[in-house]
Every structure is written in C-alpha cells, then in structure tokens.
C-alpha cells in the first residue's frame, strides 16, 4: 500500500445462517483480517446479521405458518439497536481504528419490538455507533419481512478517510436518495446488497461516475449448504435448487467508474482497494452533480428528515 492512500475492504462472506451470536463471531473475525491486510474501512453485505431471508423468494406467500415459523426465529435472532451485538462491533472497530458498515435485521425495540427493519449500521473507528440508516423501500418479497424506514436516518458522515454514506440493496435505483447524499457531500459510498450480476455491476459503475464517488458493494456468496439441515423449509422449499444461490459479485469502483476489485463470484474473500485522497476532488472538476454541474435555479429537490414515530409520550400537564 502507497504512502498516503486508504485502504478499503468489502467482505463478501456468508454468515451463520440465523444465527446471530455465531455470526457476530465471524463477523469480528472477518474485521480483524481486513484490519490486519491494512484495511480502514470494512463494508458488508446487507443483512449479514443474521442471515438473508432468501425464503421469502421460495415459499409462497400464502403458506402462513412456514411463514411465522421463519419470521419468529428471524425476529429472535435480529438485532436490537443498542444492543450486545452492536457493543461487540464496535469493540473490535475500536480496538483496531476501523470503520465498520454493516447490513443487520433490526427489531423495532423503540415500539412494539415485533417488527423488523432491514438496516444499515455505521461504527466509527473510535468504536462509537455512528448512526443507522433502515431500508425506505423492501423490494417485492422482503415487504414480508421487514417495515419501512422513514429517511430521518438518511446521513452522510464525515471520517478522516472521507465523508461516507450509502445505500441498500435496490434503494440505489432510488435517483432522489442517492442525489440526496451527493448534495450532503459524500464521497464514499457503500452498497450493502443480495443483488448481483447484471445490471447491477453496470449500476455501481454508473454510480460510482455519476457521484464521482468510491462505490463499495457489498455480497453475501451464499451456498446451499449454508443453511442448516435443521431448517425444515431448505428440504421442503429448497429441494429443486443446488449450489450457490448467490454467487455474490462483490466490487469496489472507483470515481471514474473503474471497477477496482471484483466482481468476486462463488467464494467468500474480502476484496481491498486503495484509496487517495485526491481521488476524492479531482474527478469532480468535470462533474459535480451537487456542485458545478447542479441547476438548482431548474431542479428543486425537498427531503423530509422529521422522525415519525408510532407513539409520542406526551408529560401530563398536572404535574
């Protein structure tokens, strides 16, 4: 590694399918091994802990009880922000000065603690939680699984490796959240995914040039045999498929849309790419879609960030 670059890392691995206490263990693991390979920042897939639900692609969504089986041990086995796991990842973050970008099923705790959010969690190199950011829109059969964010968690966080923000999975299809980031002046962008394949390593190319940004996406390299024989949907609804259900297709780009690292296919290995920080203002002297290349006099763009809670606590005004 040059002198004066940062070295980035997108974990491409499988955890320990819905189980959430292994799967911390291996993600620290993970962490320890792009630290020690020079890595500032790790970025991993969406969902890693506990799992991906891929079920909801397999069985139909009106066989209710298979269903609730899966979401109850799913739910059981979510995080909850803060949380021990959360306390876990940023022990290591801490420990070694890494930044850590995770994707986490999220158990709404601040109301009913039965729904479930699809979650992008951000650890300083200091060890602190730097903040979440839930999914605005589940695709198709996720909406099974998980709720809908509001965008008040919407950020972009400035670090000494640069401003860093990010996207899940198809939200980065979403073009008003992702000039939402480039206005707010990031530069670094991480894509927590279950996608792969085309078109979406042509999309973080594209993004990566459009926002003049580094892209980190971010896969799991799933196998069937990740999931344990125990689980009664992979032998009722699983039986026809075989191999690699996702090959992962994991990539780091870089601001002119060169892709860097990857795409990783079928195994899991932890991509890196170094990083200078002029590469973080240079490209952006022929494009700056919030800058020099905005029309701000022609395009208006509003972004709610108010919280919407289901419940505000009023104080009783008698006291």
């Not at 939680?129 to 968690?153: C, F, M, Y």
């Not at 899940?168 to 991480?190: F, K, T």
């Not at 108010?306 to 419940?311: T, W």
Request: overall charge negative; glycine content about 8%; charged content about 25%.
């Amino acid at each position: 590694m040059e002198r004066d670059t940062l070295r980035l890392a997108a974990v491409q691995a499988a955890p320990e399918f819905l189980d959430l206490e292994r799967s911390v263990d291996k993600a620290v693991r993970l962490v320890e091994e792009a630290a020690a390979n020079g890595a500032r920042l790790a970025v991993f897939p969406e969902a890693f802990l506990p799992g991906y639900p891929l079920w909801i692609w397999f069985i139909p969504p009106g066989h209710t009880h298979p269903l609730r089986k899966l979401y109850a041990e799913y739910h059981r086995n979510s995080v909850t922000v803060p949380g021990r796991a959360v306390d876990r990842l940023g022990e290591v973050a801490g420990d070694l000065g890494v930044t850590v970008a995770i994707g986490v099923s999220e158990r709404n705790s601040e109301a009913s603690d039965s729904s479930l959010f699809n979650t992008l969690l951000y650890l300083g190199p200091d060890g602190k939680l730097l903040g979440r950011h839930r999914k605005l829109v589940p695709t198709a059969g996720e909406r099974l699984i998980w709720a809908q964010g509001d965008g008040s968690d919407l950020e972009v966080y400035s670090l000494p490796l640069g401003r860093l923000s990010g996207l899940i999975c198809w939200e980065n299809y979403m073009p008003l959240a992702r000039y939402a980031l480039s206005a707010w002046g990031e530069q670094i962008h991480v894509a927590p995914t279950w996608d792969r394949g085309e078109p979406w390593i042509s999309s973080m190319r594209h993004i990566a040039k459009e926002s003049r940004c580094f892209v980190i996406a971010c896969c799991q390299a799933f196998h069937k045999d990740h999931i344990p024989d125990g689980l009664a949907f992979k032998a009722e609804y699983l039986a026809g498929a075989d191999g690699w259900l996702n090959p992962g297709h994991s990539l780091i780009a870089d601001p002119d849309g060169k892709i860097l690292a990857g795409p990783a296919e079928k195994e899991e290995v932890i991509l890196y790419a170094d990083l200078r920080p002029e590469q973080l203002v240079g490209p952006r002297w022929q494009l700056d879609i919030a800058g020099h290349y905005a029309r701000p006099d022609i395009f208006e763009l509003r972004v709610k960030r108010k919280p919407k809670p289901v419940i505000v606590e009023e104080p009783d005004e008698s006291d």
